[in-house]
C-alpha cells in the first residue's frame, strides 16, 4: 500500500501524481537537506501515505492541484491536521485560487512586486551587453 518508508522520512516534499514534465529542481533540494543528515523524500499528494509519520510537509510541485481541488484541499487540511505543513492549510487554501493577488493588490504587495521586478529588469537590460535572446524592449 505505501511505497514510502514514512517513519525514515524527517522532510516530504509533496509533488504531483503526473508531472508534465519532470522536476529539474526537488531533487537538488532533497540532497541539499540529506547533507545535513536529515532524511528526505518526494512523494505525490494523492499517495497512500501516512502523513502524520511524517514530521514537515511541504508542498514543491503539485502541478495538477486545480483539477481536483475539493480532493486536494481535503488532503491538505487532513496533513495539516496531524503533522507540520511549511505553510498551514488556512494559507494553501487562500492560495489555491488566484483571488489572493486581489488581496494582495489591495495591500499594495502585488503592485510593489510588479513595479520592483519591471526596475530589475530594466536595470539588468542596461547593464548587461546586447544579448539577441533577453528582450529589453521598455516602452517610455
Keep these: 500500500m505505501d511505497k514510502f518508508q514514512t517513519d525514515r522520512i524527517d522532510i516530504a516534499f509533496v509533488t504531483a501524481s503526473d508531472m508534465p514534465k519532470p522536476d529539474e529542481e526537488t531533487h537538488l533540494i532533497v540532497a541539499a537537506v540529506e547533507d545535513k543528515g536529515l532524511r528526505a523524500d518526494i512523494i505525490p499528494w494523492d499517495s497512500s501515505v501516512d502523513w502524520a509519520k511524517i514530521p514537515l510537509v511541504a508542498i514543491r510541485t503539485t502541478w495538477d492541484y486545480f483539477k481536483r481541488l475539493p480532493e486536494f484541499l481535503a488532503w491538505a487540511r487532513q496533513v495539516d491536521e496531524v503533522t507540520q505543513l511549511v505553510n498551514p492549510f488556512t494559507v494553501i487554501e487562500w492560495n ?45
Design 96 to 140: 489555491s485560487h488566484k483571488r489572493y493577488l486581489v488581496d494582495l493588490e489591495k495591500a499594495f504587495i502585488y503592485q510593489n512586486i510588479l513595479v520592483n521586478l519591471a526596475i530589475l529588469c530594466y536595470q539588468i537590460c542596461r547593464i548587461l551587453p546586447h544579448n539577441p535572446s533577453l528582450s529589453c524592449k521598455f516602452s517610455t
